[in-house]
């Protein structure tokens, strides 16, 4: 009798480990087209653009627009 315990108990934790990987694989699926994939659309709506992957010849370099300030302001910080 203890054995058929100790059998269908090993059973049942490698059947709930095989369910439990399918279902995180599917949860994860969903996250991520839900997650990356809404992003992607609303992003080609709106035609925005997280990288700037245009290859320019001149620099490599973005324009921040930065003012320069006094010389008291950059010690001067709290």
Not at 46 to 71: I, N
Request: cysteine-free; overall charge positive; aromatic content about 16%.
């Amino acid at each position: 009798m203890n054995e058929f315990f100790n059998g269908f108990r090993k059973g049942m934790k490698n059947f709930g480990e095989n369910i439990s990987i399918i279902v995180n694989s599917v949860l994860l699926l969903i996250v991520y087209i839900i997650g990356v994939g809404l992003t992607s659309i609303v992003a080609k709506i709106f035609r925005k653009r997280f990288l700037d992957l245009r290859f320019r010849k001149d620099s490599y370099w973005t324009d921040l627009g930065l003012k320069k300030k006094e010389m008291k302001a950059y010690f001067r910080r709290f």
